[in-house]
């Protein structure tokens, strides 16, 4: 074989094979802060005098030219007033605190419709907003019908998503295990909301954000659904949050959605907790 030949084999095999997938750094940004939130709010059984701070946080994950935000937080003045919030900062102010610009976030992956969740979706303008289809279809459709339910979504928030799908900056998931980016897959089953959905960030040491699939690491530790799922759904959530495990490989590296000890268990600066 010629020196040409061997050249044109080589780079033909470079380009066939596979592209690594990007070394994502996660960080965990908190937004706020509700006080003395009942425990038995978020786990099933829990004592119905016992509270505890939670924490408001969006999750932001960079790698391979992108900054994705899981979950978008909220600003509207209605749930500030109905869920008073200490420290206070808007979604898009809280991210610069991680050194990312509001107009370079670059994707958002909602894991549920839920006004804390979903709210903020407004103030990232260039972002792709990844949701699931069928969580999209029935909170643009049917939950707005005689006998569908809504509670916890913000129609603002349903028409700014439907806007944002008329401007081609909607993406919908299809599924359960759907590779959004390259390393970043998303799960379904835990029944949160209609469709609700939580990530798995590959890695040396892959990392599963439960976002409220899993409210706190109480839930893990004892092995109990969260307290806002039916009761046929509880069993589901309950077998979800030890997938969670299987796919993280460890109880460590499954972040619950509104646990201040993220930020205590990982290293942090300010509103950032650095967890990988």
């Known amino acids: 074989m010629n020196r040409a030949a061997l050249a044109f084999l080589v780079s033909s095999l470079l380009a066939a094979a596979p592209a690594d997938k990007p070394g994502y750094t996660i960080e ?22 016992e509270k505890t701070d939670i924490a408001m946080v969006v999750w932001l994950i960079r ?94 928030d349903v028409q700014v998503l439907v806007r944002l799908n008329t401007e081609g900056r909607l993406r919908l998931v299809d599924g359960d295990d759907v590779e959004i980016l390259p390393g970043i897959r998303a799960y379904t089953g835990a029944r949160h909301t209609f469709a609700s959905q939580y990530i798995r960030v590959d890695g040396e040491a892959s990392v599963v954000l439960a976002s409220d699939n899993c409210y706190l690491y109480r839930n893990l530790a004892e092995h109990k659904a969260g307290a806002t ?3 046929a759904d509880q069993p589901a959530n309950i077998r979800n949050q030890e997938r969670m495990i299987q796919l993280a490989g460890s109880a460590d590296r499954v972040v619950p959605g509104h646990d201040p000890r993220q930020f205590e268990k990982f290293p942090a600066q300010g509103r950032v907790a650095k967890i990988r």
């Open 28 to 49: 965990a940004i908190r937004y706020g802060t509700i006080r003395a939130f009942p425990v038995s709010a978020l786990v099933i059984g829990a004592p119905k005098e």
């Open 229 to 231: 799922f039916s009761e």
């Open 63 to 156: 790698g391979g030219g992108h900054n994705v935000l899981f979950d978008s937080g909220f600003h509207r003045e209605s749930w500030l007033k109905q869920f008073p919030t200490e420290d206070y900062l808007r979604p898009d102010e809280a991210v610069k605190a991680a050194g990312v610009k509001p107009e370079d976030v670059t994707d958002i992956v909602i894991s549920h419709a839920h006004w804390d969740h979903m709210g903020g979706i407004d103030l990232f303008p260039k972002a792709l907003v990844w949701i699931q289809k069928q969580e999209f279809a029935y909170y643009t459709g049917d939950a707005w019908q005689q006998g569908g339910k809504h509670g916890g979504i913000d129609k603002e």
